[in-house]
């Protein structure tokens, strides 16, 4: 299999947000538990340090302002994941 | 994919509640010329839209339009304030309440509910920008037909911002209209 490396970085990413979506979903009815807010915690630690490997290396992940996008205007580019499946 | 801020775009405030307004601001909410109707007619061209110009405005509309549903959402929630069934009811709000509450529903300002079929979507995307135009256009006078029915000047600053907007949305997708028009003459298409 070939191998690419941004499908994995992309991979990884969407598993530690995963994460983070469940466990905030949970501590949404569960505030006080908190083994749960130490792995909430983690998961968005994990998440964002990957957001901005992804930022440096690929390009900018979200509109209106949340990315800065270095040198030239990168959003329109492609590809685009409602399009690839990924 | 999609995630919530805990801002407001802009600012939303009310001199004092007002049913009457609360009950026109619907067209806004859940109308054919709505910020709902506006988000999801742009959003679900995104995957159709052929170049990344034209699938980035589309997307970047959509999404700041889900916002102004938000604010125009809080803006009719300020002005229902605590009301009772009563003055609802002289509001012409008595049905609303019957069936909702105080709570926001996508209905229009006399309480026709929101259907697909105010919005299209092509795979032409030549179609699809042109009708976004007439949108813009249509949520403009709508807007301005709301600061009409107004005299409180907070509600009326909220809603020329609302206006402002739609008149820059109509210039953005003009320009995307204008680059797809320029990519597909380049190329011989039928
Ligand atoms: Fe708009």
Redesign the pocket.
């Known amino acids: 299999m070939a191998v690419n490396p941004v499908a994995d970085l992309v991979r990884e990413m969407q598993t530690w947000h995963f994460v983070a979506l469940e466990l905030n979903l949970f501590l949404d009815t569960h505030p006080a538990n908190r083994r749960a807010l130490e792995d909430y915690n983690r998961a968005a630690r994990r998440f964002r340090e990957l957001w901005e490997r992804y930022e440096r290396e690929v390009g900018p992940l979200m509109d209106h302002g949340f990315s800065e996008s270095p040198g030239e205007w990168q959003w329109p580019k492609g590809p685009w994941p409602i399009n690839t499946g990924m | 994919m999609w995630v919530y801020v805990k801002q407001l775009e802009y600012p939303v405030r009310v001199s004092r509640p007002d049913l009457e307004m609360a009950k026109n601001i619907f067209a806004q909410f859940g109308g054919p010329d709505s910020e709902f109707s506006?988000s999801w007619r742009y959003l679900t061209q995104a995957w159709i839209m052929p170049s990344g110009v034209a699938k980035s405005i589309v997307i970047d509309?959509g999404t700041e339009?889900l916002a102004h549903l938000e604010m125009v959402g809080t803006m009719i929630d300020l002005l229902l304030g605590d009301a009772t069934p009563e003055q609802m009811d002289k509001a012409g709000l008595g049905a609303h309440y019957v069936e909702h509450g105080r709570s926001l529903f996508l209905h229009d300002a006399a309480g026709v509910p929101w259907t697909s079929s105010y919005v299209q979507a092509h795979d032409d995307p030549i179609t699809n920008l042109r009708e976004n135009m007439a949108a813009?256009q249509k949520?403009r006078t709508t807007y301005e037909h709301l600061i009409c029915k107004t005299n409180d000047e907070q509600v009326r600053k909220t809603l020329a911002w609302l206006r402002e907007?739609?008149v820059v949305?109509f210039q953005r997708f003009g320009e995307a209209l204008d680059r797809v028009q320029e990519r597909m003459s380049r190329r011989p298409h039928f």
């Open positions: 506006a509309i339009e813009e949520a907007r739609e949305h």
